[in-house]
């Protein structure tokens, strides 16, 4: 039997900052202009940008300029944006284990792409996920 494992949300951002922390320090100080939000689910919007309609099936989403594409003088502007979404995740998680393993797998594979990588490059790392 199936049991799906719900934790509030401090909790859930704690286990983002955790995964967060497990960065190797040579990509970690080369974090900038970059927020990281928890929210329950993808807006309207944000399925759209992923084409993608059903929000049980968005993990994470990364908003912005990736690293490599950033142009010189690329200051002033608002931070990028990497949302992981709370819910969808809990859904596929039969335990505490599943969640925190989760939450870090879509938290690298976000970071991925803030530093620059593409979908098809992160789904060969994250071994086909």
């Given at each position: 039997?199936?049991?799906r494992v719900l934790v509030d949300r401090a909790?859930?951002?704690?286990?983002?900052?955790?995964?967060?922390?497990?960065?190797?320090?040579?990509?970690?100080?080369?974090?900038?202009?970059?927020?990281?939000?928890?929210?329950?689910?993808?807006?309207?919007?944000?399925?759209?940008?992923?084409?993608?309609?059903?929000?049980?099936?968005?993990?994470?989403?990364?908003?912005?300029?990736?690293?490599?594409?950033?142009?010189?003088?690329?200051?002033?502007?608002?931070?990028?944006?990497?949302?992981?979404?709370?819910?969808?995740?809990?859904?596929?998680?039969?335990?505490?284990?599943?969640?925190?393993?989760?939450?870090?797998?879509?938290?690298?594979?976000?970071?991925?792409?803030?530093?620059?990588?593409?979908?098809?490059?992160?789904?060969?790392?994250?071994?086909?996920?």
């Open positions: 039997m199936w049991y909790h859930f951002e704690k286990l983002v900052e955790e995964a967060l922390g497990t960065l190797p320090d040579r990509f970690a100080s080369r974090l900038e202009n970059v927020s990281i939000l928890v929210e329950d689910w993808a807006t309207p919007e944000q399925l759209a940008k992923v084409n993608l309609k059903d929000p049980h099936r968005l993990l994470g989403l990364y908003e912005g300029i990736p690293l490599t594409e950033r142009p010189r003088g690329y200051y002033g502007v608002l931070p990028d944006r990497i949302t992981i979404f709370r819910i969808p995740i809990e859904e596929m998680s039969s335990t505490d284990d599943d969640i925190r393993s989760q939450v870090r797998k879509t938290v690298m594979h976000e970071l991925g792409h803030y530093f620059g990588m593409d979908e098809r490059r992160l789904r060969r790392t994250d071994g086909g996920s």
